[in-house]
Nanobody, 125 residues
Framework: VQLQASGGGLVQAGDSLSISCAAS????????VGWFRQAPGEEREFVGS????????IYTDSVKGRFTISRDNTKNTVYLQMNSLKPEDTAVYYC???????????????????WGQGTLVTVSS
């Protein structure tokens, strides 16, 4: 599975932005998809993920209520809608897919087999 994240850009604090992750090479429907981000000088961290079946989601506390993950399996695409953006949301955002992801490891990078190249989101104050 090849993943392509896109849609990043420069926005102001309080703005909204939607980024997407498109898959090719295989149907996306059998994979849990996670979003991770890496701020400058920081380690990559979990943002949220959406299960392959049913589409249930989990989020890290810092984005709960502001970020929403959705998926359109007919388009092989997963979306990350980001609202009320803050400067601390500035990071390179990566999508990842895993076929063996379970509820207990959805927030772990090691659970995901395939990674996209990342898209930069910059939030100015």
């Amino acid at each position: 599975v090849q993943l392509q994240a896109s849609g990043g850009g420069l926005v102001q604090a309080g703005d909204s932005l939607s980024i997407s992750c498109a898959a090719s090479g295989r149907s996306f429907s059998g994979y849990t998809v996670g979003w991770f981000r890496q701020a400058p000088g920081e380690e990559r961290e979990f943002v949220g993920s959406i299960k392959r079946s049913g589409g249930s989601t989990i989020y890290t506390d810092s984005v709960k209520g502001r970020f929403t993950i959705s998926r359109d399996n007919t388009k092989n695409t997963v979306y990350l809608q980001m609202n009320s953006l803050k400067p601390e949301d500035t990071a390179v955002y990566y999508c990842a897919a895993g076929s063996g992801v379970i509820t207990s490891n959805m927030n772990r990078q090691s659970a995901y087999n395939y990674w996209g190249q990342g898209t930069l989101v910059t939030v100015s104050s």
